[in-house]
Nanobody, 114 residues
Framework: QYQLVESGGGLVQPGGSLRLSCAAS????????IGWFRQAPGKEREGVSCISSNGGSIKYADSVKGRFTISRDNAKKMVYLQMNSLKSEDTAVYYC???????WGQGTQVTVSS
């Protein structure tokens, strides 16, 4: 059974940092590209970043370029999203997903507020 579990969200002040984790189980992570998406209240879900199966290709949304870094450790079956210089507009529920699949995690809340 494919499963993705996000963690690492929380409340942080503007300018702060958080590191989100996505733990994969039930499948071989090495074969899949992984994406991070987010959904703010009243808004549609949007793509944040994605990373290819071997980590050789990475993309970011313009809104997070230079602030967020995606990485993966296939041996540990983990994908990470390091978020720096957080802004209030980064507040959302963050999800990881197998790119192009129906498999999503349950999400982790990130709130950026003073």
């Amino acid at each position: 059974q494919y499963q993705l579990v996000e963690s690492g969200g929380g409340l942080v002040q503007p300018g702060g940092s958080l590191r989100l984790s996505c733990a994969a189980s039930g499948f071989t992570l090495d074969y899949y590209a992984i994406g991070w998406f987010r959904q703010a209240p009243g808004k549609e879900r949007e793509g944040v970043s994605c990373i290819s199966s071997n980590g050789g290709s990475i993309k970011y949304a313009d809104s997070v370029k230079g602030r967020f870094t995606i990485s993966r450790d296939n041996a540990k079956k983990m994908v990470y999203l390091q978020m720096n210089s957080l802004k209030s507009e980064d507040t959302a529920v963050y999800y990881c997903t197998l790119v192009g699949s129906k498999y999503w995690g349950q999400g982790t809340q990130v709130t950026v507020s003073s």
